[in-house]
């Protein structure tokens, strides 16, 4: 999928006017970055290539070549990526976040007693507190099973996150930061099937590699989402704090859940949100009358208007 994303960019880079070198993130980056002598790089995922996970030093060796990028720069990737570390800015900035504590190998003997104290209730969320792309989220209904999965995921992962699961309207906001403004695209509603309580790697996976109708049965997009003028600007006004909190940088998407009292939790901040030409931030941009390469074109600006 992202290497689709990545010619769709680069098109709507050329279309633009600029002279584009498609260069993947290994071992040999620094060598073709020097090589090619680019003037900014347009980052399409700095996670995953493949099936293969990387580390997140792509900022980091820009930075030091002094090369400027697009997306948020280290220190918010960095805290993006720490689910933990997000909730904590979320409350600093007087935004909700559903009740959460952080499991090690070096604390799960205290885990029942910690949930009283933090007020985690059942059902629970368990996942990585590192990882995206919905890998290891878990739904689950008690405190055994609990257990049993935190043990199960410690063999793979150094610190998970649990929180207390919140029923209610999944809505995620597309940021795009526009002439030093930051505007929150839409809010657009998730409408997961029944069956599905959470966004897991599987339910992910058959979203970008299924046909339409099958993606449908599993997940819809609702642009904008089905919600009153008035919640959906609080929501909205609230992402904006998120994203200005956290200092993410020319675009973003922030996942929140509603409650039935139309209480707004944040969840987490995707700071390398995916432009696919035909994916929901595109979807939601149309709204405010941006095209595709409207897009690209904005986010490209946001690094040009920050350096002059």
């Not at 987490?268 to 405010?288: D, Y």
Request: aromatic share 8%.
């Amino acid at each position: 999928m992202l290497i689709y994303t990545a010619h769709e960019v680069a098109k709507a880079l050329e279309e633009l006017g600029y002279h584009v070198e498609m260069i993947t993130f290994d071992e040999r980056f620094e060598k073709a970055v020097k090589l090619a002598r680019i003037d900014m790089a347009f980052i399409i995922d700095a996670t995953y290539i493949g099936s293969k996970k990387v580390n997140y030093g792509l900022r980091d060796l820009l930075d030091k070549l002094k090369i400027p990028y697009t997306g948020s720069k280290s220190k918010a990737a960095s805290i993006t990526k720490n689910k933990s570390l997000s909730k904590k800015y979320f409350e600093k900035a007087g935004l909700l976040t559903p009740a959460y504590l952080e499991i090690s190998a070096q604390n799960l003997d205290t885990l029942e007693e910690r949930l009283v104290r933090y007020n985690v209730k059942s059902p629970y969320v368990i996942k990585p507190r590192d990882e995206g792309a919905g890998m290891d989220v878990y739904y689950i209904n008690s405190l055994s099973e609990l257990l049993k999965r935190a043990k199960k995921l410690l063999d793979r992962h150094k610190n998970l996150i649990v929180e207390s699961y919140i029923r209610g309207t999944e809505i995620t906001i597309p940021i795009l930061e526009i002439k030093g403004r930051v505007v929150p695209l839409a809010c657009i509603e998730m409408e997961k099937a029944k069956s599905i309580k959470v966004l897991s790697y599987d339910v992910k996976s058959i979203m970008q590699f299924s046909p339409q109708k099958e993606i449908e049965r599993v997940l819809r997009y609702h642009v904008p989402a089905r919600i009153d003028k008035r919640l959906s600007e609080k929501i909205m006004k609230a992402a904006i704090v998120a994203h200005k909190t956290i200092e993410c940088k020319g675009y973003s998407r922030i996942d929140t859940i509603v409650d039935r009292a139309k209480n707004v939790y944040f969840l987490e901040i995707n700071s390398l949100p995916t432009l696919s030409e035909v994916g929901p931030f595109t979807k939601a941009a149309r709204l405010r009358g941006f095209n595709y390469v409207d897009i690209i074109n904005h986010v490209v600006h946001s690094v040009i208007d920050f350096m002059s």
